[in-house]
């Protein structure tokens, strides 16, 4: 992020003295040359109304989610062997497919709740036909915090199309976008275009020009998305702060009341609602059939939003009278240098602020994650830092 003035940028990987944001931790950082902004290339931007108290989220997400159904190809996702969960799982947890309609969905809901409720609820906004909802088709996953109120949706979705990726040694300002789905890209080199083709996922196109020397190819986009509405009108963005997900087995679930807050001694923490809902799950199973030792009858697992807000957990331990966690990131966080910072300045203010911390590691071949591990049967090595 960049200062309208070309002065000062905000980064989350390059640490400076100057901390710019605690809940998503970032630097500011001050140019010894600033750069030109270019304003007329940028979005018209419209301010997000700010986000409504989590009983009024709660109340108008829950009104969504009993007008909205699981399609098939969702439900074969949950249930099928790389996730596993039962009918009664999935039912409990309330996932959902986002609506195909949003609009229709959307003058359903009014019957329901005030439709000034909408206003601060992130997903929805206006335009000439009233309100509607904004997001793609794909698996909607519920953020519930630590008193079973729904503060927000991630969708995964069905179709993460492809994104260019661009890496070299570059003199010159390069850029590579694009154009036309699925596959064709443009490659500029100080805004004139240098090469126009298509590309399969995985091909390379190779940059060579005087000053340049690099590479574009085609990979998987996004796949993950926040239900948000940020720069449309009437609309409201998923942070600020960003939900972080409690994940407790529906043998837990389906008897806790909204509003009554989660007690949980021992918790673990790990990245996305859906993976820890999975983990939790198995690890109850796993526990019931006597194969693993739990500190409590029913494991506690958090979801980050993302590795960088792991601030945002400090208030929930406290409200949940917790005193141990357990760090279940990817694996492949030893590969990534932004997850390894991140983990660090979490174990230690954790350590800092008196919790027992321990950190879970495991080989690749046993899962990427956390829920591969133990839909396997498989079990981390727990070592406490």
Not at 71 to 81: C, D, F, R
Not at 168 to 197: C, H, L, M, W
Request: aromatic share 8%; glycine share 8%; proline share 5%.
């Amino acid at each position: 992020m960049i200062h309208a003035d070309g002065n000062r940028v905000v980064c989350i990987r390059i640490e400076s003295k100057k901390v710019f944001s605690k809940q998503f931790t970032s630097w500011l950082h001050f140019l010894k040359e600033p750069v030109r902004v270019n304003t007329e290339d940028m979005e018209d931007y419209l301010p997000a109304q700010p986000k409504a108290p989590i009983t009024q989220l709660n109340a108008v997400y829950s009104a969504l989610l009993d007008n909205i159904r699981l399609e098939e190809n969702h439900y074969a996702q949950l249930t099928g062997e790389s996730r596993g969960l039962t009918d009664s799982e999935v039912a409990i947890r309330e996932y959902r497919s986002f609506p195909r309609k949003p609009w229709v969905v959307t003058k359903q809901l009014e019957h329901y709740v005030d439709a000034e409720a909408f206003h601060g609820t992130p997903g929805f906004y206006t335009n000439r036909y009233g309100w509607t909802i904004a997001g793609m088709q794909g698996l909607l996953i519920p953020y519930r915090n630590e008193r079973n109120q729904i503060g927000g949706f991630q969708v995964r979705v069905d179709e993460p199309g492809l994104k260019a990726v661009l890496a070299g040694s570059f003199k010159d300002k390069v850029t590579a976008e694009i154009i036309e789905r699925p596959n064709r890209v443009q490659v500029k080199i100080n805004g004139e275009v240098y090469k126009e083709t298509c590309l399969e996922e995985g091909e390379r196109l190779d940059i060579q020009e005087l000053r340049n020397y690099g590479v574009v190819t085609l990979k998987k986009g996004q796949r993950y998305f926040w239900v948000s509405s940020a720069n449309k009108e009437n609309g409201t963005g998923a942070g600020n702060p960003m939900p972080v997900h409690v994940a407790v087995p529906v043998a837990k679930l389906k008897d806790w009341q909204e509003g009554t807050p989660h007690r949980a001694k021992s918790v673990g923490i790990t990245e996305g609602a859906l993976k820890a809902d999975i983990a939790v799950e198995h690890m109850a199973r796993l526990h019931r059939a006597g194969k693993l030792e739990l500190t409590e009858e029913s494991p506690t697992m958090l979801a980050l939003p993302g590795v960088n807000t792991w601030m945002n957990i400090l208030p929930m331990l406290e409200t949940m009278g917790t005193e141990e966690v357990t760090i279940y990131f990817d694996m492949d966080m030893l590969s990534n240098p932004d997850v390894l910072r991140a983990t660090k300045q979490m174990l230690i203010k954790l350590k800092e602020e008196g919790y027992k911390v321990n950190l879970s590691m495991w080989s690749e071949e046993d899962g990427k994650g956390i829920d591969d591990v133990f839909l396997q049967g498989k079990f981390p090595q727990i070592k406490q830092v």
